[in-house]
């Protein structure tokens, strides 16, 4: 019988500065619609090195709101990747759209630019409106080929960069390009949920730099309410607002932002951690059938999460539950769901996200990981894989 404490896949790590910083907004004036929230949008948009930042209720809020502002509508036609959670691909659906998928790529497991020029040329021009990459596990995409891509075909691009605050890549003029700084992609998101690198409960950003977009979501997340006299059409007096657009109550609360700005003050140290873990998973199981994580030169991985592909997922998955470890599968391909079954999507499509699906495990990476446990999930999968 196991007598080991319980190891997670992923949890929150939250610091007694967080605690205080909390109640430090519950004791004060405003609990929400405050200054705490724009102060929040600004640390941000500052440390993933955006112009423009909107915080939302959630990462999915912020894909709503996200495709809403790109023009999204009935009869839009737009790409994603196939490995991902399925609201990368509703929000699209939300608005009336239509969703492609394109495969991934076998070593980084993000979504293969070659499969979307590939998809692009199988319709005429103007077929499509835009792109969802995702930075599938911290991993950042080559966004400036994806960029590329869509200038070609006059396309916009929405990074999903749920998993990679803090992570980059370098550019092919040897610069650094921060996931979400707005350089090769015209929204950028981000997720604020407790397994994220950085929490606000619940919660969620979006970047741009792009300063139309950027008033459009601040109206789209408040009910489509503006109460600024610069773009007023009438003005009655100091209490007037006007509804200019249908918007979403999708509001931060300025509770979530306060803890927002503090557990952003000790995020590179947090990414730090989650680096060491995964390096230290690496050499564990270099030596085995394992496989581990790509990473190419110049590239920042964030490690949202560690997945690594091994023949006998289920079996391992098994194994490491009834020895006290909770790993996680990352994802079920979209397609494979009833709902988008339903929307005449096949399986066997995409190949390389299939044979994917069936061999990928997240193990557990969090900050707090302690290298005890470390040790503990490293001794159990090799236990396993070695029988």
């Known amino acids: 019988m196991n007598t080991h404490p319980f190891i997670p896949y992923g949890r929150q790590f939250i610091s007694e500065e967080d605690i205080k910083s909390v109640v430090k907004i519950l004791r004060s004036d405003f609990l929400t619609q405050g200054p705490k929230v724009n102060e929040f949008e600004e640390a941000f948009a500052s440390y993933v090195h955006s112009k423009y930042a909107v915080a939302v209720s959630s990462g999915t809020a912020a894909l709503h709101l996200s495709a809403i502002a790109l023009g999204i509508r009935p009869g839009t036609n737009v790409i994603t990747t196939p490995i991902t959670f399925v609201s990368s691909a509703n929000c699209v659906r939300?608005?009336?759209?239509?969703?492609?998928?394109?495969?991934?790529?076998?070593?980084?497991?993000?979504?293969?630019?070659?499969?979307?020029?590939?998809?692009?040329?199988?319709?005429?021009?103007?077929?499509?409106?835009?792109?969802?990459?995702?930075?599938?596990?911290?991993?950042?995409?080559?966004?400036?080929?994806?960029?590329?891509?869509?200038?070609?075909?006059?396309?916009?691009?929405?990074?999903?960069?749920?998993?990679?605050?803090?992570?980059?890549?370098?550019?092919?003029?040897?610069?650094?390009?921060?996931?979400?700084?707005?350089?090769?992609?015209?929204?950028?998101?981000?997720?604020?949920?407790?397994?994220?690198?950085?929490?606000?409960?619940?919660?969620?950003?979006?970047?741009?730099?792009?300063?139309?977009?950027?008033?459009?979501?601040?109206?789209?997340?408040?009910?489509?309410?503006?109460?600024?006299?610069?773009?007023?059409?009438?003005?009655?007096?100091?209490?007037?607002?006007?509804?200019?657009?249908?918007?979403?109550?999708?509001?931060?609360?300025?509770?979530?932002?306060?803890?927002?700005?503090?557990?952003?003050?000790?995020?590179?140290?947090?990414?730090?951690?989650?680096?060491?873990?995964?390096?230290?998973?690496?050499?564990?199981?270099?030596?085995?059938?394992?496989?581990?994580?790509?990473?190419?030169?110049?590239?920042q991985h964030a490690y949202h999460l560690y997945i690594i592909l091994v023949e006998d997922r289920l079996g391992l998955y098994n194994f490491l539950l009834k020895n006290g470890i909770n790993s996680q599968v990352h994802y079920i391909p979209v397609y494979f769901h009833p709902y988008y079954q339903n929307l005449k999507q096949h399986k066997g499509d995409f190949p390389v996200a299939e044979n994917y699906y069936k061999r990928c495990l997240s193990l557990p990476m969090y900050p707090s990981l302690t290298r005890e446990q470390e040790g503990y999930v490293i001794k159990k999968v090799l236990e396993y894989v070695k029988k």
């Open 94 to 299: 939300y608005c009336g759209g239509n969703i492609y998928f394109a495969d991934i790529d076998p070593l980084t497991y993000t979504l293969d630019p070659m499969m979307v020029v590939e998809l692009l040329s199988k319709y005429p021009k103007g077929t499509f409106s835009g792109i969802i990459p995702v930075d599938l596990a911290g991993y950042p995409v080559d966004m400036e080929i994806l960029h590329d891509i869509a200038k070609k075909y006059k396309l916009w691009v929405l990074e999903d960069a749920c998993h990679a605050p803090g992570g980059h890549f370098i550019d092919s003029r040897g610069n650094i390009q921060y996931c979400g700084n707005g350089e090769n992609s015209d929204l950028t998101i981000f997720s604020f949920h407790p397994v994220k690198h950085i929490t606000t409960g619940e919660g969620g950003m979006i970047t741009t730099n792009d300063f139309d977009l950027y008033r459009k979501l601040m109206i789209l997340r408040t009910h489509g309410v503006t109460k600024d006299q610069k773009f007023l059409l009438e003005n009655h007096g100091g209490w007037y607002y006007e509804m200019q657009e249908l918007g979403y109550n999708y509001r931060l609360t300025d509770i979530q932002a306060a803890l927002g700005i503090s557990q952003l003050t000790t995020a590179d140290e947090k990414l730090k951690r989650r680096t060491e873990i995964a390096l230290h998973y690496d050499e564990a199981f270099k030596n085995s059938d394992i496989i581990t994580p790509k990473v190419d030169k110049g590239v």
